[in-house]
């Protein structure tokens, strides 16, 4: 049987107009802000309300603001004395840490910002080497640079150190240990064993369910009750593992819900091929989970690392409390503005590139399943 002949097309195909090859800037404009007559109206009155809103705070901070000098007496105009942040500039990185050693504090962040960059950047070699010292090897270093007392280094206690050293400290630390805490809670809660399931859920709902102001007060006034006498905690200590069990509670839920997103066959396969529960976990199902959920691990970073700033409460000064204690001071007082806006854009910095860092992890690792 003669198949059928396929049918051509004899009309020219109608004009159309030709893409636009325009880049750069003017064609990001055209593309997203003047793509239409209504796109063009909103973006003119957003931009006008901006620039209403946005240029008397850009003269105050910026175009007539005072930047150098060494005291009050420098700020004579009518925008922001940003001379307060440059005279007591040292005090706000290191607190109240001794100056002469207060290179081991920049060594410390000297290092740390080198593993980071090292971790981030892409094609550099060794990472996973650099990973094992950057979870083994730098907090030992770190512990003895900061905490001294070995090999000839003056001891500095805690209850010294304060303002960004003391917030970065307390960020970091609650980062590196409330992630693999919430990924033992979340594979405990899903666990089929009844015992670890419960003391599971126990803590998860328990640690959720108190605010951090009142887990750093038993941590501070009530957890040297139920220790032997013999036993002295450190206050930052305390801090710490209260921060740590805080944080991992909610860490535990983000990461359970990147596990139920996570299909059973999954498992099932591996399963088949003979792997054990932790082979399966470590192997199959975390590494997918784990890449759903950065969004929500990377927000529960963010929370921690502004709620570090609560630790004042007990009596650590971080870097808002240095700064609000430098505005009780008799020759600076009439300039919290200049504190708190410094504070805020210290803040800004971090958490926005948290934010960015996993927006690259996402885009690399082709995290949200886009169709």
Not at 86 to 105: D, L
Not at 183 to 202: E, F, N, Q
Request: charged share 15%.
């Amino acid at each position: 049987m003669a198949s059928s002949p396929t049918p051509v097309r004899t009309q020219m195909i109608e004009a159309r107009e030709p893409p636009d090859q325009r880049r750069g800037v003017l064609g990001w404009l055209r593309a997203n802000l003047f793509s239409g007559p209504l796109n063009s109206l909103v973006s003119i009155v957003t931009i006008a309300l901006l620039v209403r809103l946005l240029w008397p705070f850009l003269e105050w901070s910026l175009f007539d603001a005072d930047w150098l000098g060494s005291s009050r007496d420098a700020c004579s105009g009518d925008g922001a004395c940003w001379v307060f942040i440059s005279a007591r500039f040292e005090s706000i990185v290191y607190g109240f840490y001794p100056e002469a050693a207060r290179w081991r504090v920049d060594l410390v962040f000297a290092m740390l910002a080198v593993l980071i960059a090292w971790l981030a950047l892409p094609r550099l070699p060794a990472k996973p080497w650099v990973g094992l010292f950057a979870l083994v090897g730098f907090p030992v270093i770190a512990y003895f640079l900061l905490v001294g007392g070995h090999f000839g280094l003056m001891d500095v206690p805690t209850r010294e150190w304060g303002g960004l050293m003391l917030t970065l400290t307390v960020a970091v630390v609650g980062i590196v240990g409330s992630l693999p805490i919430g990924v033992l809670l979340a594979l405990g809660r899903r666990s089929t064993m009844p015992l670890v399931k419960g003391v599971s859920v126990i803590f998860i709902e328990f640690w959720r369910g108190v605010p951090l102001i009142t887990v750093l007060f038993m941590a501070s006034v009530m957890l040297p009750l139920f220790v032997p006498s013999e036993i002295e905690f450190d206050k930052l200590l305390r801090a710490l593992i209260g921060i740590m069990f805080f944080w991992s509670a909610y860490m535990a839920e983000v990461v359970r819900g990147g596990l139920q997103a996570i299909d059973k066959g999954q498992n099932e396969a591996g399963q088949a091929l003979g792997l054990s529960y932790w082979q399966r976990m470590g192997l199959i199902i975390l590494p997918q989970a784990l890449k759903l959920v950065i969004p929500g691990i990377v927000n529960t970073f963010i929370s921690l690392f502004k709620d570090t700033s609560l630790v004042l409460i007990i009596g650590l000064f971080d870097l808002l409390a240095i700064i609000r204690a430098g505005l009780t001071d008799t020759d600076w007082l009439g300039f919290a503005m200049e504190g708190y806006v410094f504070a805020a854009l210290v803040y800004w910095v971090f958490c926005f590139s948290m934010s960015r860092y996993s927006q690259y992890i996402e885009r690399r690792l082709h995290t949200g399943h886009k169709r």
